[in-house]
């Protein structure tokens, strides 16, 4: 009798169980048409739900695709921080915040392109949200600099923003090529270049 009436019918899962499962359909619809061409039915359908029951947790599909960037810009930014807070060696800070983004390209290609390669990139709530990213790992990186050196912080601010592009900029380069240089090979050339420049400012106390 049980068995009768619930076949066909969707597990029933715990909210934030069935809210993660249709993320994870979400991405996969949004990262193989794109938002504009993704529709909510073709992710109800990945997910193995009803309409009815995606309505329950997002009310249309922009709070769906807003609350699935939310979650990968936060990641990011999460990993920035462990980067810095992991060591006081600025050399390996450096090369954690580089290896932050080339992790989250290569672990979660799909996440990335959904952040920074987004046709979406116009609407106002999913710019404002890509911007945080930005601004959150430039002021984790902002405020290591700031306490190891003594630079002012427009000073910092700037120079965090310069890591940040590069690593940003590489990831996304080494992604479109097909990853042609190894990922470690890639980490340790690009942290190498950076940090030639971070080196530069001497640590407070120091001289120069």
């Not at 599909?61 to 999460?78: M, N, P, R, S, W």
């Not at 290896?99 to 390209?105: L, P, R």
């Not at 990186?141 to 912080?153: C, E, K, L, M, N």
């Not at 592009?165 to 590489?170: D, F, I, P, R």
Request: hydrophobic fraction near 45%; glycine fraction near 6%; aromatic fraction near 6%.
């Amino acid at each position: 009798m049980t068995g009768a009436q619930t076949a066909g019918r969707p597990a029933r899962l715990p909210r934030s169980a069935r809210r993660k499962q249709l993320l994870a359909a979400a991405q996969e619809v949004f990262v193989a048409q794109g938002y504009h061409s993704a529709a909510m039915d073709d992710i109800a359908e990945r997910a193995g739900v009803s309409k009815p029951v995606l309505y329950q947790h997002f009310p249309g599909k922009l709070e769906l695709y807003l609350a699935l960037l939310e979650t990968h810009c936060d990641a990011i930014v999460a990993r920035v921080h462990a980067a810095m807070a992991a060591t006081s060696d600025n050399k390996e800070r450096v090369k954690g915040a580089v290896q932050a983004y080339f992790d989250f390209v290569d672990h979660e290609d799909e996440a990335f392109r959904l952040v920074f390669e987004s046709d979406l990139r116009n609407e106002p709530a999913v710019a404002e949200r890509v911007a945080r990213v930005e601004k959150g790992c430039i002021a984790a990186i902002t405020d290591t600099i700031i306490s190891d050196t003594g630079v002012s912080r427009s000073r910092a601010e700037l120079l965090a923003s310069g890591l940040v592009g590069a690593a940003e900029t590489a990831a996304q380069f080494w992604l479109a090529n097909g990853r042609q240089v190894p990922k470690a090979e890639a980490e340790t050339l690009l942290a190498a270049l950076i940090w030639r420049g971070i080196a530069s400012f001497p640590l407070q106390g120091e001289s120069a």
